[in-house]
């Protein structure tokens, strides 16, 4: 039985990548189990309900040697903390490649998409399988929650694309409407705790690591009500300074990224975070707000400029 | 223009693939240039005399930052010695994952099947696009040299299905026979300085990364006539010392495949190679040379059994 899992601090596509993935292996007679690494944030379980799927079972740990398959990331420092002593078979992800390394010849499939949905979708059809409607539903789902419904500059032809096909095999007559229903609810933050917010979707990247090794965390909080966010500002920010101390990080940004307007605006810790913003991004600050403009994609925009500020080239 | 390359001492797939994933690229509007990291075995020389297609031109080195795909490889030890400063967009291969990471979500395709040439023909069909007399030539060549027509234990259905497609679109009419002339040319190995015939198909291997970090030095003379390279053993094994020192090894391994028996016999240069192939393979030695059986795939049968013996786990 191959256990199939998305990311922690899993969004979206990490939670129905890996249902579907499982389903899609399953009919192809192997044997596989989806799980989840966290909690469901708000817009997940508004999809989940709405596609009247039960969560996938959480997982916190698995025994040395157990055969995985990676949906929606790659890296250690996104996956069970005993990754490396476990046996990855496959991945299916869009992300940069990370740490990972196998002992036998894996399956793997990456493809510089806006969502694993949109590979997944590729499978199904390379396999000449059917995609059935709940299927279909979590895949769109996955685009329309990964791409911002097309804003994030990740968007691919192959996104739209799959999109188009997928809406009416899920029975979804009126993609925008679904998706806006997705951003509210994912925005619907009520008194959730702020180290929950930062926490909703977050990575620890490790970057520099061939010159002065550094951690640094990166959350992001996507929503239709920024407002909502900076009204509990020194909340977060509070969240953010033992988030940092926890995780023993040399840096923690949260952007909050308004989904309808296309902006990244970027709390601002200390003076450390303050600089990196300044000189990477030429970013304006005031009131420890960082104005990262139209950067919102967090993949595309921010980590790989990151990583070649903290990795000098000789 | 993307450069795309197999491994470094190539064999009849990492050519092919180059060659064919290059054209693949171009036909899909993706400027790609094949290249080779080294000089033809006798075995590609006869399959590209046969197809009537020039061996791509040597690479030495390619300025940092420059974009390209792998084929047949993705560890640094087996690449251009620069490829970590290299911007990988894209890996086709059928080996286990190493020591690759990336600074952009890459298009990978791994499958754990007999040869690249299998990955590329579903590559085509993926597209839509028709395969050319040329192309299935050179894909089913790279699958019968990689499954030593399926007598490997990494064969799968995947490949013989393949070389069933593919024939009839190369004209071949009998694979046997076009098997058994690749074979044959391949073990004509006429006045090969030892050191050359070492290396023709040779990939050093880390091994032991995390507790007692090793590099293996694992050459293979897959041949129809293993009399003839007995023959030289003293030659082969000073060779093998020479190498050793000059790659800094801690091991070095011969494997001489007698590819119609289906049996491999090794040269064992010192006690500390003679150690690890008793333990690890139970294997019997006499007179310098380990009778490893029908062990006849680097990948599937000594890499990992190697991997794993120099791995505790904990
Ligand atoms: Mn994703
Ligand atoms: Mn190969």
Redesign the pocket.
Known sequence: MLAVF?HLNP?T??IT?ALVYARLLTRQDIEAQAYRLGDLNFETAFVLREAGVEAPPLLETLPSGTAVALV?HNESAQSLPNLSELTVTRVV???KLGDLSTAQPPYLRFEPV????TILLKLFREAGLAVEPLEARLMLS?ILS?TLHFRSPTTTADDQEAVAFLAPVAGIEDVTAYALAMFAAKSDLGDTPAETLLRMDYKVFPFGEVTAPQQWGLGVIETTNPGYVFGRQAELLAAMDAVKAEDRLNGVLLSVVDILNETNRTLVLSATEDKVLREVFGAAVSGQVADLGARISRKKQLVPALETYFTPQN
Chains 1, 2 share one sequence.
């Open positions: 998305g969004d596509d990490a990548a929606d992800d869009h992300h806006g969502s694993t949905g996955a990964d």
